[in-house]
């Protein structure tokens, strides 16, 4: 079991930047390929962003290429997500999610742990 523990969410207004942050309690957290999720009002959860063992493959949804960056840091068992450029389509509350294993992966059903969600809300 791998409890993610997200960390970062708030408010800002339209063009604002924000960092969500992800603690994995696991000592092989290399092992695990990771992933950023969101799922606004009324909305399925959708993938954002999604990162390899190594951080140095990466994936992004069309709608924040350019704005989001995921990137992790395995001495201290964290992914991250910096927003930048937000707009109030962004509101959401935002998921991290674990598998084991060194690709990553973007279906929402192939990530096997998951943590309890930071609301990130967007102002105009």
């Known amino acids: 079991q791998v409890l993610l523990v997200e960390s970062g969410g708030g408010l800002v207004q339209a063009g604002g930047s924000l960092r969500l942050s992800c603690e994995a309690s696991?000592?092989?957290?290399?092992?695990?390929?990771m992933g950023w999720f969101r799922q606004a009002p009324g909305k399925g959860r959708e993938i954002v962003a999604a990162?390899?063992?190594?951080?140095?493959?990466?994936y992004y949804q069309d709608s924040v290429k350019g704005r989001f960056t995921i990137s992790r840091d395995n001495a201290k068992n964290t992914v991250y997500l910096q927003m930048n450029s937000l707009n109030p389509e962004d509101t959401a509350v935002y998921y991290c999610?674990?598998?084991?294993?060194?690709?990553?992966?973007?279906?929402?059903?192939?990530?096997?742990?998951w943590g309890q969600g930071t609301q990130v809300t967007v102002s105009s």
């Open positions: 696991t000592s092989t957290f290399s092992m695990y390929v």
């Open positions: 999610a674990a598998r084991w294993g060194s690709d990553y992966v973007t279906g929402l059903e192939e990530y096997k742990f």
């Open positions: 990162i390899d063992w190594s951080g140095d493959g990466t």
